[in-house]
């Protein structure tokens, strides 16, 4: 697999944002971009169907004629943590038809985009969660740091995790999940200074954060293009 593996500080820090300004913004650069978001817990019944909004948002952001079932491949209905989700419905989470389908879903482009669920580490099934995941797929990771009080810690903490796992933080976005946090630019540098890996940029607020709105805040194309020559994809 050819990509990057987007993680999160905490759930609700919009993964699922920048993956899918990423999506739009490797798009742009000539690439045929593979979104996928493995497991999505919470779904409403819409249009007669049951659809996952975070799983709706990937699937609109691709262009490669992909299924909302490959962009997610394993949806499920309570809003909770996924292991949860799967017992409530009489579901199981299995480690290899999972990878097998992330597999075959990244197979329809050039680069995956691989959304893990919650942070860093979240339990699926018995002694498997998503970092062991991440170390399956054999990703470099991007971080998506939810910009709000707490975030240095919780970003250093995750870098740590991801390094102890043996991949690489290859670089991280920060977004702004408190409009107003205090002291933003300071804790935009503490992380700089010590996330040792790239800010790929800096997300604010935004009232319509569509993808092509997400990826203007990215940091400028020589950088992503650094990241895609690094992947052999071109």
Known sequence: MKGFFITGTDTEVGKTCITAGLTHAFTQLGLRVAPIKPLAAGQEWLDEQWVNEDVQRLHAAQSIGMTAEQVGPLQFRAACAPHIAATLEGRSIDRAPLLAAIRASAD?????????????????????????????LGLPVVLVVGLRLGCINHALLTAEAIRARGLKLVGWVGNVVDADMPHLTDNLAALGASLDAPCWGHVPRLEN??????????????????????LSLQ
């Open 209 to 230: 954060p569509s993808p092509a709105a997400v990826a203007a805040h990215f940091s400028n194309h020589a950088l992503l293009l650094t990241q895609v020559a690094t």
């Open 108 to 136: 329809l482009g050039q680069m995956a985009l691989v959304e893990g669920v919650g942070g860093f580490r979240v339990p699926l099934c018995a002694g498997w969660d998503t970092a062991d995941m991440a170390v399956d």
